[in-house]
């Protein structure tokens, strides 16, 4: 990406108003005015055939009219004219387009979006919207939008889908006081997209946190490069993850919102830290702006009373770090400052008659100890006690630790002395929290941070002894006689060419064929009608299995054409599959989706009950390493199954996992053929003896004449 | 209960202070100092031997020399000291003891704790504590204790277990804006626990919501009685709901957390809104207590932001309320106060253009309409309408409806000017918040009271068709042979006389016997070894399925007592049960424990990896009435299989209900002697087809010789 286009877009250094007004609560107005309060330094040129000046700054009619340089042009005229704008603007040889303009693709004229961001791009401009609130920067002091005040300055930045949101959270900065140094409007991602957002802002020295609210990407895969990239933290409130969500939020972008069951994965692989509303999405840029990852599952949390000390334990067992008691050690030290009855495990509880002394010996020693990978301390207001100077206390420990790789919170529950103090400790670099749990959420996004981080830099790696020009092969064969639908015979030669380990199968197009294959199979072997206009077999009494001898054989032969004939008289029929029949083994499914977000998906689940009733699958974005093919074993409720429950040996994960990685490249690097596919059952056996993939469907893309 | 004796504890018209103190930053100091601050009308007399007044009071050596009556005394002594002047407090006619002073069970000395309960009740008295913080009230101006300052004023009563997080939430009160009128510490509990306040305090005038934070009951039976009883709602914060909170919980206060599952239940048996975490606990107390219960399941959302609705949308199907569109007449009538690309739909967006008149009439029209059960009204704060009208509008609109048994929350996203809007709403009785998703939640804890409180009035209605006398007979055989495992027949006896329909079952004292059982009952049959001695009969080689004739069952029968004996060369055996064989149904599993909190309490799941994998069962404190046992079949993951998934008929839910019903009452009314029990497998049939028990366990309670 040219950052430097983006640069002046989101940096820009002399402003175009395109549409700017005289008129006092017009929106064209307000930017200017915003532009002044904010103090923005660079140049400003009104752009309005009917005025002189505004606001004190010389108007012009046009771009073309202004005699230095323009940055960046903020659109603010109807719709309509924006084709035209855009051109004059292109000709004057502008950087970027901030089209704060609604009337767009959000009520069905992506037609005009679509011609705007053309003229743009054959001048090498960028378009940020339409349909936005603007942007707004503390360190550039400049407010080009709508929204009334630049946010509390800090090191955050948020780019917003909803241009309501950003304007409410605007005002809301200081009340909540999270700070932001930007805040970017994106709306109808037109052409600068959250992928764009987020490589730019990742080399912006003023963000130190990411933060993004999203209804639906348009660049699921750009997205997750750049986050992947990214070497700040990215946290993202995901809204639309709710059936009658998605349908609230497309009637409001026009954008596709995603399930959202693979936007959690997909931002989980891309290392992206999620909120569950708005207020954690607060919660957690303010930590992920302040503090360093927590890179261990060690939380020690110190306390002065048991109450809050028992609330954040249940806190951090719900968000996936649950407490441990800490070492002998780490115990006998901090028994040094409490009385009799405080306890030093894990909650360590100073009791309510700890002060600033107690807080501040405790913090320091526990933050030092290599044992502790992250803090919590906790602090309910006392009369005897005062906020402000335990805040203190607290502080000057982390300083005097030296240490600066490991995460802290803090949670102060009381009143305006407390609040006091949560804020001070905030500017002092410390996030503090009104309620235990939340401090605890604080330092697990940490924790998420480290350990998706982890996950999301992990390379693919690609097996390199497949045949994708075979695979293509027998996909150019399909197209050429029948439309999408591949024969299971046709499917498990796709997935043959990927390594992938499927029962011997072979196409049998005459009885005499049939009896020469089982021949060479082996007895007994499994039997079965193949046809692209037949795709549930055995519903069409297509499927034979425990097929002895010769005799079964060709009775079953003929059994199965008649029966085939029977079910659809016209049907396409390649001839009846020889197959070597399996042992048991444990059923697992492995499948694909080309979805519209994130394209190729894979998704991986028990048979039986576990997908049918429980709906127990999980979802990757593909390709998937094999160790986060392991991941996806894991992740299922039904997990305990392959761990070998109930007596039985563990089934061969490892082999498993393999499969799902080959079977991920293989809709990855086949994704402008394949529209969906799965494996099912694929048999799953004990630890070193495999993997066989039984039954095996793919389903082509519809493509143009 | 005898509320007038509780009266005096907690509306004492006269507090004797016993260890008053002289001295600033003592405890006995800052209680008479709180009494004062707190402009308590009431008698105050400081008891100690050392001083002659404190704070203007005159001083009493002992409360003997009191020359008024005293209601409660307020004990500031050492622990050593409390049950003399309980003594002294019994004979001068107090009613009720406020005992702050700690050295109690906390600290492993309960007999001093029962020592002093004891002397209490010998004269009448009661006990609030030990190793408490005191109680507060503003409608009575009385500050009994060690906490700054009486709340908030407001209509909700706060019960809480912990004292430092009493202390922490009285001053939060203040910048939380969530009014009390009460606060009363309940520490170790040793006389007056969670049940006496909930009765106590549905019988306040001036409590309009009883808010509690619970660590543990110790009167699980009884709190639930009273919670089942009270007209006010509750709300409860349960913590040490996790494992390692457990611990934490039980070396801090010294009492046993029950499992968090049962908990749940039991306060949902009750009718007990639940809180998830602190800030939940302040929400949702503030909403139950200016808002009536939601009656219904339409909830509808009125927003200035499609980005809010969305997440409110997400919220309200977290929260267990999922939007639906509103029918067409409200949308059409919607419709009129919105610009044309506004949604009429569910979230009704207003677009940002709305302002005040847009929100009052849309408000007065929905609130009014009859298929709307509760509303939420959402507003982002925008430079272009200010949210002080915006909230008097709201405030308008619903004074206008006239609705008053219908609730409404609000939420207002913004700065300064949002949290002026919003605390002024709240003090005009009207829940107002500052994220989408909390409005959203306060909403959906009135659907849950509503809910819940529907479940707890409905009665148990007894089976009157059981033989208790039986089931005692068959106990007392049981009890006067061996010790406390019953075998197979016998609990079968007892489940049959509470008319469970148990699999026919007879025991066989020898072979011939046998063979005459097997006859009458007719073949294929099933035998089992029977000792108490032998739990695990399967491993023992001691059960054989689908004997078919009189030589298998001759075989059987010898080989069945060799293994036995092999197993166990001591075993007192009875012989061995002949069973008929049952059909095959799908196999469910009940059990029951004794709960240590809450008694008899009875678990459902579904067998095999569902119980055993996926840990998949469903807790009820016993007795449960058969709607409540219907829910119990839908609560569990598996409940599809139930309803007929797969293609398979449903089950016969309505028989399986009643005999969950039916054991739950075996378990009630046997409470005194079952101490744990299990029927598995259960065998449910096709609707209408029955249910039938084909093992079943019971061991008895450990008795003293």
Redesign the interface.
């Known amino acids: 990406m040219d950052h430097k286009v983006l640069d002046g877009l989101l940096k820009p250094k002399s402003i175009a108003v395109i549409g700017a007004s005289t008129k006092e ?1 017009k929106i064209g107005y ?1 930017v200017v005015k915003n532009l002044v309060e904010s103090q923005y330094e660079g140049e400003v040129y009104p752009i309005n055939p009917k005025a002189d000046e505004i606001l004190g700054f010389k108007a012009y009619p046009s771009v073309l009219d202004v005699p230095g340089d323009i940055d960046a042009a903020v659109v603010v005229i109807p719709a309509k004219y924006v084709p035209q704008a855009t051109e004059e603007c292109g000709k004057k040889g502008v950087k970027g387009l901030i089209v704060i303009a609604s009337g767009f693709s ?2 069905g004229r992506k037609d005009l979006e679509e011609q705007v961001v053309a003229i743009a791009h054959q001048y090498g401009m960028r378009v940020l919207g339409p349909n936005i609130v603007g942007i707004l920067s503390n360190s550039d002091k400049c407010n080009a939008s ?3 005040i630049l946010p509390l300055p800090g090191k955050a930045a948020l780019v ?6 950003l ?10 006081r999270v700070g932001f140094d930007k805040l970017v409007s994106i709306g109808n991602m037109s052409d600068v997209n959250f992928g764009d957002m987020v490589e730019w802002l990742n080399a912006n020295e003023n963000t130190a946190c990411i933060s993004l ?1 999203v ?1 639906g990407l348009k660049d699921g895969r750009h997205f997750m490069e750049a986050a992947r990239s990214a070497s700040k933290p990215i946290i993202a ?1 995901k ?7 998605a349908a ?2 497309a ?3 026009g954008s596709l919102a995603g399930s959202g069951k693979i936007y959690e994965s997909a931002f989980e692989q891309a290392g992206v830290v999620q909120a569950s ?3 954690n999405l607060f919660d957690r840029t303010q930590v992920l702006s302040l503090q360093p990852p927590m890179k261990g599952d060690n939380m020690l949390i110190i306390t ?8 954040a ?6 968000y996936g770090v ?3 008691f800490a070492p002998e050690d780490v115990q006998a030290e901090l028994k040094k400052h409490m009385p009799e ?1 405080g ?1 030093a ?3 360590v ?1 100073l009791t ?1 008659m700890a002060g600033r002394e107690w807080y501040q010996e405790s913090t320091r020693y526990a933050f030092a100890h290599p044992w502790v990978d992250g803090l919590v301390i906790l602090y ?5 006690t005062d906020p402000m100077n335990i805040a203190q206390g607290i502080y000057e420990a982390v300083q005097e630790s030296g240490i600066t790789d490991k995460p802290i919170t803090v949670s102060f ?7 006091a103090a949560i804020q001070w400790l905030v500017e002092n670099g410390i996030p503090a929290y ?5 401090a605890v959420n604080a330092l697990s996004a940490l924790h998420e941070y480290a350990e998706s981080r982890e996950q999301a830099t992990t390379p693919f790696e690609r097996f390199d002894d497949v045949d994708e020009a075979a695979a293509r092969a027998v996909i150019a064969k399909v197209r050429a006689h029948h439309d999408r639908n591949m024969t299971e015979v046709e499917s498990k030669q796709i997935f043959a060419a990927y390594g992938l380990p499927v029962a011997n199968t072979k196409l049998a197009t005459s009885e005499e064929e049939a009896v020469a294959l089982a021949e060479e199979m082996g007895y007994p072997i499994v039997m079965k009608i193949m046809s692209p206009d037949i795709l549930h077999k055995s519903d069409a009494g297509g499927v034979k299995v425990n097929i002895k001898d010769e005799a079964g054989l060709r009775a079953a032969y003929r059994t199965i054409l008649e029966n085939a004939k029977a079910y659809k008289v016209d049907a396409d029929i390649h001839g009846v599959a020889i197959q070597e029949m399996a042992p048991w083994g444990t059923e697992v499914i492995l499948g694909s989706v080309n979805d519209p977000t994130f394209g190729p998906t894979v998704m991986f689940g028990l048979g039986g ?1 576990f997908v ?3 709906k127990d699958v999980t979802f990757r974005v593909a390709p998937v390493s094999a160790n986060q093919s392991m991941k996806m074993l894991a992740d299922i ?2 997990a ?2 392959l761990a070998g ?2 007596g039985e040996a563990p089934r061969d994960r490892e082999a498993l996992a393999e499969v799902l990685s080959r079977y991920s490249q293989m809709i990855t690097e086949l994704g402008d053929e394949i529209a969906e596919s799965d494996a099912n059952p694929v048999l799953v056996y004990e630890e070193g003896q495999g993997v066989t993939v039984v039954d095996a469907r793919i389903i082509l893309k519809k493509k143009e004449a």
Chains 1, 2 share one sequence.
């Open positions: 609560g307000t959000e009520v709508f929204a009334p917003s889908q909803s241009g309501a949101l304007i409410a959270m605007d005002t809301s900065t200081y009340t909540r609210y209804e409130l809204s639309g993850v709710s059936a009658h969500g609230a939020a009637s409001h972008t509303d708005l207020n002065n009373g048991g109450g809050v000390g028992v609330l334990t249940d806190a951090a067992e719900r649950p407490l441990r009855f306890s495990k894990n909650p509880d309510g309910c207001e006392t009369a005897m529950v009381g009143g305006e002395k407390s609040e009104d309620a235990p749990d939340i009950i049918e009733i429980l409720k039904g305990p199954i429950a109930r």
